[in-house]
């Protein structure tokens, strides 16, 4: 999968494509029913299959301090979607002057003259244009006087719900990583850089990659059945701990991964994918550091029992 990063950098092969449009933030079931179709349709014509997606993202610039924690960084969603079958994705920064194209004029930089698109694929809740002022309809209109048709394929549902990055954000939030997961179509992950931390549970025994949890979907605080990926390091079974660390004083939300098998991995400064399956319990302070200890070796032994009926290896 080939990626464009703006208007100047498509590749000529691209033109006469069948396109979506999305933020396509966590590339959930709903995502994934757009991006098929999208690569059926192409398929189909024997054109490319491109998807068009924005960074940052839209609410960041036109509702400033209300955009939402992200389910995936724009690394990770864009290795969910390679694995789409897409021929490229169209990464669009979303800028001030992108942000003032009325609907026409959306249309006509880059589904025509950029892309001369044959066909665009998109979810019934689609806006686009300056203040949302286009949606299917308009876009409907606007493809038969310029040559492309639009398609609305249904919408997903799991467990009786449409399947949406809002949805499944709450789900997150309440702890309910399992529907969150369903919704998703694989496990809900966390995706950061490590950084250094105080080491103090390498004094424990109980060395840990720490990531911070700024502006990331994350459940409630709590010890976490996990497993731990990277470049470097296939995945693995783990044990994580969401919080502040307070029985140390308090901390910046961190989430802390303590790999059972692969402890002497150096993974400072590396981005690593931490899944989350199951929470052990609530976040405690303890009295001493021994009382600590003592906790994190019964979390190892139920965690290791959990893990026997999970499937964390891809």
Known sequence: MKLARGLHHIPDGWRGCVVTIGNFDGVHRGHQSLLSTTTYLAQEHGVPAIAITFEPHPRALLQSGRVPDRL???????????????????????????????????????????????????????????????????????????????????????????????????????????????????????????????????????????????????????????????????????IANLGNNPTFGWHPLRLEVHLLRQSAVALYHRKVRVRLYHRLRDEKVFPDVQSLRRQIALDIEQAEHHLTTIPYEE
């Open 72 to 238: 995936t960084t724009l690394s990770g969603k864009l290795r969910c979607m390679t694995q789409q079958q897409l021929d490229g994705v169209l990464l669009l920064r979303f800028t001030p002057r992108l942000a003032a194209l009325t609907p026409e004029q959306f249309v006509e930089m880059v589904l025509v003259e950029a892309l001369a698109v044959r066909a665009v694929v998109v979810g019934g809740n689609f806006r686009f244009g300056a203040g949302g002022a286009g949606h299917v309809d308009t876009l409907t209109t606007m493809g038969a006087r310029r040559g492309f048709t639009v398609v609305q394929p249904a919408d997903v549902l799991t467990d009786g719900t449409i399947v949406s990055s809002t949805r499944i954000r709450q789900l997150v939030q309440q702890g309910q990583l399992t529907a969150a997961s369903r919704l998703l179509g694989w496990p809900f992950e966390i995706e950061g850089r490590v950084h250094q931390g105080d080491q103090r549970g390498r004094s424990m025994g109980y060395p840990t990659a720490n990531l911070p949890m700024t502006g990331v979907t994350h459940p409630p605080k709590g010890v976490y059945v996990a497993a731990m990926a990277s470049r470097e390091l296939a995945w693995q079974p783990a």
